[in-house]
Nanobody, 125 residues
């Protein structure tokens, strides 16, 4: 079973950038469709971005499109989320997720079998 470990979260001011990373424990990382989700206090977990096994066809939630970029380095078994122009409403715990069954899994959290523990992102105004 793949193990996912997120890092890169922190406390930043509005307008700043962060790069989140998700390190996978398996060398078969390239066989997993990947996604980022987030959960703010008192809210349900929501989709942020997804990417296919090969790293093409990224998809974004409307709230982050144009500001966030999802990409992966299969040679390093790592998924990334470049978050630019952060806003207070981006404050949440960010989770990466892996799906071993599909080439691309999209926005449905039920498609993802494996989840990391999350990394906290706090954006102050």
């Amino acid at each position: 079973q793949v193990r996912l470990v997120e890092s890169g979260g922190g406390v930043v001011q509005a307008g700043a950038s962060l790069r989140l990373s998700c390190a996978a424990s398996e060398r078969t990382f390239s066989s997993y469709a990947m996604g980022w989700f987030r959960q703010a206090p008192g809210k349900e977990r929501e989709f942020v971005a997804a990417i296919s096994r090969s790293g093409i066809n990224p998809e974004y939630a409307g709230s982050v499109k144009g500001r966030f970029i999802i990409f992966r380095d299969n040679s390093k078994n790592t998924l990334y989320l470049q978050a630019n122009n952060l806003k207070p409403e981006d404050t949440a715990v960010y989770y990466c997720a892996a799906d071993p069954s599909r080439y691309y899994s999209g926005s449905a959290p039920t498609h993802y079998a494996h989840w990391g523990q999350g990394t906290q992102v706090t954006v102050s105004s």
